[in-house]
């Protein structure tokens, strides 16, 4: 049973446009979110984080959105450029500290 | 420098072969973690470790062997490979941050591509 969905392996989005990455969880026990960014050949980086005690957190071009009653999470990147092509990892933790991961999004930002 | 190391990037093995995957960390965190990689299966815990000298399993602990004797080196051995063990294999570390936990990420390193033939 697969705890952190990702259910959209691929996304395609123009350069300066929205790209909304999206995360599905089915463990109420997981209070914290993370968003990490792949590229090829090397290892997840942490991108963005947020408690379960928020519904959103800001950081320059990335917002990640968390609706609780909906187990729902998102990631917005705007404007999106090139250099965000990559893969983007969603990953829940719980009180124990150990992370769960999707299976990842495969974004694709096209000049 | 510091950072996350991993050696081998790239192994090719044999079938029933012992393997060891080495990671090492210079920022002394005391958490390390083992996740391998697969085609649509995302990152799944393998091995985990809280402090030197304490490990614990993950998701998918078959056929491996971890190790802590110092915080900085986090050893990962296959005892005898099988070809379901290809994978890119990732090491990470992490602080806890007391209630805070592991909520400021991971920090990954590059990662080994092992093939078992």
């Known amino acids: 049973d697969q705890q952190v969905k990702q259910n959209s392996p691929s996304l395609s989005v123009q350069e300066g446009r929205i790209s909304i990455l999206n995360c599905d969880y089915t463990?109420?026990?997981?209070?914290?979110f993370l968003w990490y960014k792949k590229y090829p050949a090397e290892g997840p980086t942490f991108l963005i984080s947020?408690?379960?005690?928020?519904d959103k957190n800001e950081d320059g071009r990335f917002t990640v959105f968390l609706n609780k009653s909906a187990k729902h999470l998102s990631l917005h990147i705007v404007p999106s450029q090139p250099g965000d092509s990559a893969v983007y990892f969603c990953?829940?933790?719980?009180?124990?500290?150990?992370?769960?991961f999707g299976d990842g999004t495969t974004l694709t930002v096209k000049p | 420098d510091a950072g996350i190391t991993q050696s081998p990037r790239y192994k090719i093995t044999e079938t029933g072969r012992q393997v060891t995957l080495m990671c090492h960390q210079t920022?002394?965190?005391?958490?390390m973690f083992w996740y391998r990689q697969d085609l649509g299966h995302g990152l799944r815990l393998i091995y985990y470790?809280?402090?030197?000298?304490?490990?614990d399993k993950g998701e998918v602990p078959d056929g491996y062997v971890v190790s802590r004797s110092k915080t900085e080196n986090f050893p990962l051995t296959l005892e005898s490979a099988t070809r379901s063990q290809t994978s890119v294999y990732f090491c990470?570390?992490?602080?806890?941050?007391?209630?805070?936990?592991?909520?400021?990420?991971?920090?990954f390193g590059s990662g080994t591509r092992l093939t078992v033939v």
């Open positions: 990470a570390s992490s602080e806890w941050l007391g209630d805070r936990g592991h909520n400021y990420g991971y920090t």
């Open positions: 463990n109420s026990m997981f209070d914290y």
């Open positions: 947020i408690s379960s005690i928020k």
């Open positions: 990953a829940a933790n719980t009180n124990a500290g150990k992370s769960t």
């Open positions: 920022w002394s965190h005391s958490y």
């Open positions: 470790s809280a402090a030197a000298d304490i490990t």
